[in-house]
């Protein structure tokens, strides 16, 4: 009895001591973490949601082995405003930085002084890596591209970095290793304006005989690897990027990176230029689809997924890696360049059964592929729920047992959905555009605006949704959004009027 006592005692103490110094008495499950985050892909552009003109097979295995969500969305309905949602679970419209992408001399969006996935993650025992690309600013606002560029990734929480600094059409067309140019030859110096040409630089309006296909004004400013882009630049002739690289050189690193993980979990955040505009896929996916450049990019797109996976299971981590793959928004034809996704679409319909795209306040706006599969804890099937990439975050702090800061975040801890374990999605999303939309259930409401983006949006084929009307739809009924029932509910419409009010009001921070 005497010794049943002491080891009670002795159980008891240790608990203490666990409990005392913030250890948790069980296992916590640490998986490797990686999203792939595919750029302007809309949801019938892959096989297992409903593409026919070619074949996805590499992210349908991952749908077939996992949790494919047929109401996941991005939280923004363009680049910039979902990459930032995505890693610091806060919409980007409460720091008035959405609607549209950062330039490349635009200063970091992030604040150093706010939580962020990474972060997280890396506080939590994690080698973290971002590789792609990053369209969330760099510096301070006056970046000399010829010196160690900070604050960036690092000050974000990423160990290891290799990005595009803004997007593929605008300049400076160089990849940034470790917050440095890469290739950078200090005699050839990198200038960079949105404002100004440089003395010398041929530019692409001027001299369209040299590019590889037309572009609009907009993307006409200087020409990179025979491509018209957005803004200026000269020097930097030897650190200049040629886009056919990108799916291999990408590839490559993110190998690299879980190889030099050396044991510790870690979480890669690899975000595709594909489909990103201007499309110039590697020569040995030229012709595999009947689509031209896009179709041809998404299939490289699919081969760089297998890739991923194919290292994983070298290194017998597969059943041990949480995978989520989704898009940054929704889908583009025609964005600035006539490369013929529009002439070759055929039947194909790259935003489903959807109404709009990209920067579009209707559902193909955001209503994007989601795919999450982890073989050890991930149900297998299909999954109506609504959730968004701003939950991954909080979502992700559950699953490893890290306790975040919830106040000032519009992400929710939505793990029970993620993992198949719940049907129960949000009770309500808001979706982001050049306006801000409210999904509640079944219904999607749109209020009426004065935004208009009538001088650009029709020319690439996309309906915005931005009425002086409000607009109510039932997606039950009406998947695609053309019955206006604003005027049959009045009552839906008070309410929906009076969340979107408390969401733009009386939530705002600035961070």
Not at 178 to 191: A, E, F, H, T, Y
Not at 221 to 250: H, L, P, Q, T
Not at 290 to 297: K, M, N, S, V, Y
Not at 413 to 436: Q, T
Request: proline share 6%.
């Amino acid at each position: 009895m005497c010794k049943l006592l002491v080891f009670i005692l002795n159980g008891l103490l240790v608990l203490s001591c666990q409990q005392r110094s913030g250890e948790k008495v069980s296992e916590t499950v640490k998986p490797n973490v990686i999203i792939l985050y595919a750029n302007d892909l809309g949801y019938g552009d892959i096989g297992c949601y409903g593409a026919t003109q070619f074949k996805t097979p590499h992210i349908n295995r991952l749908a077939k082995g996992g949790l494919r969500f047929t109401d996941g969305h991005s939280a923004a309905a363009s680049s910039t405003p979902s990459r930032y949602a995505l890693l610091t679970a806060k919409y980007a419209f409460r720091k008035e930085a959405h609607g549209h992408s950062l330039s490349g001399t635009d200063p970091l969006l992030i604040d150093l002084n706010t939580e962020s996935l990474p972060f997280m993650l890396k506080n939590a025992g994690y080698a973290t890596g971002v590789i792609g690309m990053w369209n969330l600013g760099l510096g301070n606002g006056n970046v000399d591209w010829n010196h160690p560029i900070t604050p960036g990734p690092s000050e974000v929480g990423f160990d290891y970095s290799l990005i595009i600094p803004a997007t593929g059409d605008r300049v400076p067309s160089v990849l940034v290793e470790n917050q440095q140019v890469v290739n950078l030859d200090l005699n050839d110096p990198i200038k960079v304006s949105y404002s100004q040409p440089f003395e010398g630089e041929l530019k692409a309006y001027e001299h369209p005989e040299l590019l590889r296909y037309p572009s609009d004004r907009y993307h006409s400013d200087a020409i990179v690897n025979g491509v018209g882009r957005i803004g200026y630049m000269s020097g930097g002739k030897k650190a200049r990027w040629k886009e056919e690289d990108f799916a291999e050189e990408f590839t490559q690193k993110s190998r690299s990176f879980m190889d030099d993980s050396k044991g510790k979990p870690f979480f890669l955040y690899l975000a595709f230029h594909d489909i990103h505009s201007p499309r110039l896929p590697h020569p040995k996916f030229i012709g595999k689809t009947d689509l031209g450049p896009r179709g041809d990019a998404i299939v490289q797109m699919d081969w760089c997924v297998g890739q991923i996976v194919a290292h994983l299971e070298k290194l017998q981590l597969l059943e041990k890696t949480l995978i989520i793959f989704t898009s940054d928004n929704g889908p583009v034809l025609n964005d600035g360049y006539e490369d013929q996704s529009v002439a070759l679409l055929g039947n194909h319909q790259p935003s489903g059964h959807f109404r709009g795209g990209k920067y579009s306040a209707y559902e193909a706006g955001t209503r994007v592929p989601t795919i999450v599969h982890w073989p050890e804890k991930v149900e297998h099937g299909v999954s109506n729920a609504l959730i968004s990439q701003i939950d991954l975050f909080p979502s992700i702090a559950e699953l490893i047992g890290t306790k975040i800061n919830n106040e000032g975040l519009d992400g929710k801890n939505m793990l029970p959905a993620l993992l198949g374990k719940s049907d129960a999605g949000r009770e309500y999303l808001l979706e982001e555009s050049l306006i801000v939309s409210l999904r509640k259930g079944n219904w999607k409401y749109i209020p009426a605006t004065e935004v208009t983006a009538d001088d650009w949006l029709p020319q690439k084929g996309i309906e915005g949704g931005f009425q002086n009307l409000p607009q109510l739809y039932d997606l039950s009924k009406d998947i695609s959004e053309k019955n206006n029932l604003v005027k049959d509910f009045p009552e839906l419409v008070s309410e929906f009027e009076k969340i979107l009010d408390k969401e733009l009001t009386e939530r705002k921070y600035n961070q």
